[in-house]
């Protein structure tokens, strides 16, 4: 049976025992989390075209937590659509430059990241899976139209949908917006930690855990929030520390 262990970027995240999965997923730059923690080169890895948008510090600190990682596939996650006027939309693809394919795998090389494989089969391609795997569910979609699920989500999917494995596990998720690579400044601008994405998300998992009981995680607050079941306990274990000795980056 085969298991997919996708990994979050939240700190000090519950892992599973080596040995008990056969790839690893990560989503954005938890990536770092992995190489920080001795964890094998991920199977596959989605990132979310805002990292290169250079708008926000996080997204900044994201890229510098990437500098000589690597991955054997990365799926490129385009930013939302935007409606408005025709000068708003023009306004909106001149910005839009910085968030294209292009310019986001230059970025990456810049910094030593190195994959195999580069794949964007699309927006359209990430949401229509996630609602197929969600049954349509109306819930799911109502929250869908008002914010997009994050990229945790999205490499979730592609874990149960197009890979479909055996089982997955869902470690580092909290539904917040702090991470293990560096502090969000934007917890302080907004004064919560609270990530924009949470409704959607956990609308997703509890759909999600219902539709498919392959489906677990190893973090409580997930379970508790999102009603995925825990790992079963002979597959359990506590937070992981760093490994002593220094992990070179990309493993």
Same mark, same amino acid.
């Given at each position: ?6 990994? #979050? ?44 948008? #250079? ?11 990437? %500098? ?27 910005? #839009?430059?910085?968030?294209? *394919? ?8 810049? %910094? ?5 494989? &580069? ?8 949401? @229509?899976?996630?609602?197929? !795997? ?13 914010? /997009? +699920? ?20 869902? $470690?580092?998720?909290? &539904?917040?917006? *702090? ?5 969000? +400044? ?5 004064? $919560? ?14 759909? !999600?855990? %219902?539709? &498919?009981? %392959?489906?677990?995680? *190893?973090?409580?607050?997930? #379970? ?11 597959? @359990?274990?506590?937070? /992981?520390?760093?490994?002593?000795? +220094? /992990?070179?980056?990309?493993?």
């Amino acid at each position: 049976m085969a298991t997919l262990l996708v990994l #979050g970027s939240k700190p000090d995240p519950s892992l599973p025992p080596p040995g008990s999965y056969d790839d690893l997923a990560c989503a954005n730059a938890s990536g770092a989390s992995a190489a920080r923690l001795g964890l094998p080169k991920p199977r596959y890895t989605v990132m979310s075209a805002i990292l290169t948008s #250079g708008r926000k510090a996080p997204n900044r600190l994201a890229l510098q937590a990437l %500098r000589g990682l690597r991955t054997e596939n990365l799926y490129f996650f385009p930013r939302p659509r935007r409606g408005g006027t025709a000068w708003k939309r023009a306004l909106h693809r001149i910005k #839009g430059l910085r968030t294209s *394919s292009l310019y986001f795998r230059a970025q990456l090389a810049a %910094r030593g990241y190195r994959y195999e494989r &580069f794949l964007a089969p699309g927006l359209d391609h990430y949401l @229509e899976l996630i609602r197929d !795997l969600c049954g349509q569910d109306p819930e799911v979609l109502a929250c869908m139209e008002r914010k /997009v +699920p994050s990229t945790g989500i999205v490499t979730l999917a592609l874990g149960l949908g197009e890979r479909s494995y055996d089982r997955v596990v869902m $470690s580092g998720f909290s &539904f917040e917006i *702090s991470h293990a690579y560096a502090d969000n +400044p934007l917890i302080r601008e907004w004064g $919560s930690t609270r990530s924009k994405h949470a409704d959607t998300d956990i609308a997703v998992l509890r759909c !999600l855990a %219902r539709r &498919f009981p %392959r489906l677990y995680t *190893s973090e409580p607050t997930v #379970g508790d929030r999102a009603g995925l079941p825990l790992l079963p306990a002979a597959t @359990e274990r506590t937070p /992981v520390d760093p490994p002593s000795a +220094p /992990v070179a980056p990309g493993g």
